[in-house]
């Protein structure tokens, strides 16, 4: 890591953890209250491997990310009032209501559909940066992934073709410690995920996922790589999930309580905010920004809440191409 | 590709060149047009670039398109297929070639909950324009792991469409609507086809999506058929013809989405009718045919509706077998009998 940013880069890094966690919390409470139909897979903890990977991207460039997705997408920027519309349910969401938590897709934003099959997002990544050498595009594909999907075939044949087709993918593992309430390293012999990667071809790197601007360098110098052509990279975030694998989770019995809080003490919001407060008045700004969040999410979620339902008759809507 | 023989369509008002080709050169022509025609166009899968397909299909198209829009992949099905999912969403149109149907059964997750579903799931923020193209049928000397016909799984699924042409003409003019559909076209061609030889009117040959054919007429008895199975259905049609029994031959072609409408009419107009496929019988797309029809023209049924398929056994591998395993031209002949009685 090289020295630290300024303080404003940094603000913005944290408005946008910030944001990304208050949305989910808000999530939560309307899952609690019976207003959100079915499961939500929550990064609380990990915000800094999403906003840190986002930041170092271009306005164009695309996101593939997975059911745990909510960060990765918002950080790009997609507007929260048709996030939270989505996974209420709503006409006005994201996908008209179709998708929901697990596929919140913006297009205009290069958000490709978010995946819950667990290593099918790699690779449709491969093939969406195959499109853009194609179309002589400098873009490049953001794909992320939590450290189980690297014990799925599919993963690993798209890291081969990857490799071989030197596509500008940049795979960001989140290595959360564990797959649903597995622990990770149960399941592989050894303890790199990054050692098989790097058996493809391709530079990999460890980086703290608690560090923000950390997560931030890492990918972009894996982006820079891509851009100029030299394929792909793999970025390895150490991180955590605070809560469950899902909102019915607790994530207590398979948890240690010593480990859960030796996590939670690296919380990537309380880290920033601690390194920031050296600054003076930044306590104060920091405060303010959160309040203006706030009051934005607030406006967000209640015109989501007040936004229609889908109509029946439209169910077929989006299945097939028009005519 | 050489040794097509031109000749002058005489029973068209446009003078569109016939040529005599088969049913591999046909695709392989409608390949070559429509990577000729739109850029975005590109071909994928084993051993179809230098080589050119382990039946053909795709023979020269890299030397004349380039490895960048013909490539060869590892053997990667979920990999590539995906690779294509990818791809589509974001412009390209990709052929892709899975060498055998069976092998669609590693890669399934690509073809039913990626390329079906993400354009539902996105509210229509994606289009999926892909064409999964591959092989299915039994021939002598297959056994249970090549030679499978699972139209059915994929007529199954909503967000597919599912093509199974039986002719060169038809080979080449689904082909190519199949390219140029914007939803995933599971294309399903049969190894038992790729020699056959018939008349193909070239350029803008287009068979729509969803349109059956009607390929022999006739008042007592209604087969319903596809693909391989077709050419076994008209020479059973021509013995009956003998005995004085007219059997109406429809090509469904498209079994996703289905030409309603003509099975329907023609069922009406006999009262009698059989379904003929090679995949298995249980849960096969007879099953589907026979639910639809007894549904919506249970009235002018004169006799239940009859469906034919592959035994329910996997394909066995001694050619003793054959008689047994698939609908024949002797069964067929039995059961359209049957069925006026
Ligand atoms: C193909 C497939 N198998 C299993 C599941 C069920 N499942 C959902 S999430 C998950 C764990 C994935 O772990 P990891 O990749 O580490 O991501 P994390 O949830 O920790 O972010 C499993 C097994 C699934 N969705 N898809
Ligand atoms: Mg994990």
Known sequence: MTATWPADRLVGLYCQMYLVRRFEERCLELSRKGLIPGSIHLCIGQEAAAVGAASALRSDDLTVATYRGHGHVLARGIDPRAAFAEVLGRQTGLCKGRGGSMHLTDMSHGVLPPNSIVGAGLPIATGAALAQLHKGADRVVLCSFGEGTLNQGGAHEALNLAAIWSLPVIFLCENNQYSEMTPAYQMIKGDSFATRVAAYGMPTTKVDGMNVQAVAEAVAQAVTRARNGEGPSYVEADTYRFLGHYQGDPGTSYRPVDEINYWRARDPLLLLAAQLSAEAGMDMRLKAEEESIEVALDTAQQAALDDPLPLRDDVWEGLYAAG | ?341
Not at chain 2, 72 to 90: N, Q, R, Y
Not at chain 2, 99 to 119: E, G, H, R, S
Not at chain 2, 240 to 257: C, F, K, N, T
Request: glycine share 8%; charged share 20%; with cysteine.
């Open chain 2, 1 to 341: 590709m050489q040794q097509v023989r031109d000749k002058v369509d005489t029973g068209s008002s446009v003078a569109a060149a016939v040529h005599e080709m088969t049913y591999a050169q046909a695709l392989n022509r409608a390949l070559a047009e429509e990577l000729e025609r739109d850029p975005s166009v590109i071909v994928m899968g084993e051993d179809v670039g230098a080589y050119g397909g382990v039946f053909g299909v795709t023979r020269d198209l890299q030397a004349r398109f380039g490895p960048r829009r013909v490539l060869d992949t590892p053997i990667s099905e979920t990999g590539f297929l995906g690779c294509a999912v990818g791809a589509a969403m974001c412009g390209l149109r990709p052929v892709v070639e899975i060498m055998f149907v069976d092998f669609t059964l590693v890669c399934m997750d690509q073809i039913v909950n990626q390329a079906a579903k993400l354009p539902f799931l996105t509210g229509g923020q994606v289009r999926m324009p892909i064409v999964f193209r591959t092989q299915q049928g039994a021939r002598p000397g297959t056994a249970a792991q090549h030679s499978q016909c699972l139209e059915a799984l994929f007529a199954h699924v909503p967000g597919l469409r599912v093509l199974a042409p039986a002719t060169p003409a038809d080979a080449y003019g689904m082909l190519k609507a199949a390219i140029r559909s914007d939803d995933p076209v599971v294309y399903l061609e049969h190894k038992a086809l790729y020699a056959t030889v018939g008349p193909v009117r070239l350029s803008e040959y287009i068979v729509p999506i969803g349109m059956s054919n009607t390929v022999r007429s006739g008042s007592h008895v209604t087969a319903l058929t596809y693909s391989a199975m077709v050419p076994v259905v008209l020479s059973a049609a021509d013995a009956l013809a003998e005995d004085g029994i007219s059997v109406e031959v429809i090509d469904l072609r498209s079994l996703a989405p289905l030409d309603e409408a003509a099975v329907l009419e023609s069922v009406k107009r006999t009262g009698h009718v059989v379904v003929i496929h090679e995949g298995w019988r249980r849960g096969g797309y007879g099953a589907e045919l026979a639910g639809l029809i007894q549904e919506l023209a249970f009235d002018w049924l004169d006799a239940p509706v009859g469906r034919m398929g592959a035994r329910d056994v996997p394909k066995p591998f001694s050619p003793v077998f054959d008689s047994v395993y698939l609908p024949t031209k002797d069964s067929v002949i039995s059961a359209l009998r049957s069925t006026l009685c």
